[in-house]
């Protein structure tokens, strides 16, 4: 059987609401020859670690990569040499985000310097730099080659990293799979300028674009930000439509299996002072489809999936045996399983919270321990109750029930079932003591 090519299209940021017929008209066709899963959610709500979840199919406390300014370690197989070995050309373009060592003074730096081969994951093709917001901005910039030559770029920063992915499809060797991730900053702020980038030419459109629900009643930056988020998700998805024309116009487009989604959301400085690292559902909740690959074509999935899951479901597509130590479902085994439920997916959080949290059907619930920052320790020993919401009855979060005491057996069985996915994830049982603090927001 002839084995299929795989791409990995993965935004940075992008809340899952952000995927309809006006903003995204190209990922709904993708959706429509695939599979569209309504409730996909980040395993880590950071760049880089949920980075180093992908290329390592362990959670990032696994790879002690729990916050931005930690590499992927050398001495764990990364996803792509599973691919060399079976025989696949790998390519990776864009955003890596997980070579630089950030301590003072020491480590590897190479934010806006070429990565160090060792520190490219075994990618055979590369264009890429390790912080993309460093080395470029919404229009214009830099990445670099494999052998650490730089490779400028002009024009809007989505549409030069597409036509990187572009041009490899030109140089591949056509006698064999490939498998290529395409990492895209777009609609992640710009840090210097400390604002979204969108494309210029169509802001303007979406100026009076809805706000969700889940931010209106909040305070943030999201009435100026939003227009320029939406128009920098409607040129990815512009892009998006250009590779796949190119995949039809090289006669490979049914041989190619198309995977989107994204690291994280955002909830636009509504739950802490920037965009992110948050479990809320406005930062952890993202899109995701995937077109091939034996996922049905029109298919809804409601079931619960996670980040953690695409490394061993991208295996599995590609005929690769899934190594033990890969944490994740399969999802073509879960997708032809239809009785089969999720009891929860699980988060951990890193940089402005040491904490974790489960995402059932219907409860959101989370812990965190009292240090102020959470870039000290990846875990803890003891864990207050900090956040429950009853999504059923409260689908925006506006309601923490963390104290309310009808809610107290639900509470355990949450803490339970927490406590069975920190387990998982190999942490040491901690304490989970109950809520001294309701937060505000």
Not at 138 to 157: H, M
Not at 192 to 208: L, P, W
Request: charge should be neutral.
């Amino acid at each position: 059987m002839k084995r299929k090519n795989i791409i990995f299209y993965f935004s940075d940021q992008q809340r899952w609401d952000t995927v309809n017929e006006r903003v995204t008209p190209n990922l709904m066709k993708l959706a429509e020859e695939g599979t569209l899963f309504e409730n996909n959610f980040t395993c880590q709500p950071v760049c880089g670690p949920a980075r180093a979840c992908l290329q390592s199919g362990m959670y990032a406390t696994q790879v002690e990569c729990y916050w931005n300014g930690i590499a992927l370690p050398r001495d764990i197989t990364p996803l792509a040499r599973y691919f060399n070995n079976a025989g696949y050309q790998t390519a990776y373009i864009g955003k890596w985000h997980l070579a630089s060592d950030r301590y003072p003074g020491i480590g590897v730096h190479c934010e806006k310097t070429a990565i160090p081969k060792d520190r490219q994951g075994e990618y055979q093709y590369w264009r890429a730099a390790d912080c993309l917001e460093f080395t470029s901005h919404g229009y214009n910039g830099y990445v670099f080659d494999g052998d650490g030559n730089q490779i400028d770029f002009k024009g809007y920063r989505a549409d030069c990293i597409n036509d990187f992915a572009l041009e490899y499809l030109d140089r591949r060797d056509t006698e064999k799979p490939f498998f290529m991730f395409i990492s895209q900053l777009e609609p992640h702020h710009q840090n210097d300028h400390n604002t979204i980038e969108g494309y210029k030419e169509t802001v303007e459109q979406f100026k009076n674009y809805p706000i969700p629900d889940d931010l209106s009643f909040l305070k943030g930056n999201y009435k100026k930000e939003y227009p320029d988020y939406i128009s920098a998700i409607n040129r990815l998805d512009y892009n998006v439509g250009r590779l796949v024309d190119k995949l039809k116009e090289l006669g490979i487009y049914d041989d190619t299996i198309i995977i989107y989604t994204s690291d994280h959301g955002a909830h636009f400085k509504t739950r802490n002072p920037e965009y992110k690292r948050s479990c809320h559902e406005s930062a952890s909740r993202t899109p995701l489809i995937i077109k091939g690959g034996g996922f049905e074509a029109g298919r809804i999935e409601k079931r619960l999936s996670s980040l953690i899951d695409l490394p061993p479901t991208m295996l599995s597509m590609a005929g690769i045996d899934i190594p033990e130590n890969y944490i994740g479902v399969d999802l073509t085994k879960q997708i032809n399983a239809p009785d089969k439920k999720r009891d929860c997916v699980f988060m951990q959080i890193s940089e402005s919270q040491c904490g974790r949290a489960i995402r059932t059907d219907r409860f959101k619930y989370a812990v965190r321990d009292l240090s102020p920052v959470g870039y000290a320790h990846h875990s803890s020993k003891v864990y207050f109750e900090d956040y429950l919401y009853d999504l059923q009855n409260d689908p925006i979060e506006k309601h923490n029930l963390v104290k309310n005491p009808k809610y107290g057996k639900i509470r355990q069985e949450l803490k339970y079932l927490l406590l069975e996915q920190m387990k998982n994830a190999g942490e040491e049982p901690p304490v989970i003591l109950p809520a001294i603090f309701v937060r505000r927001k």
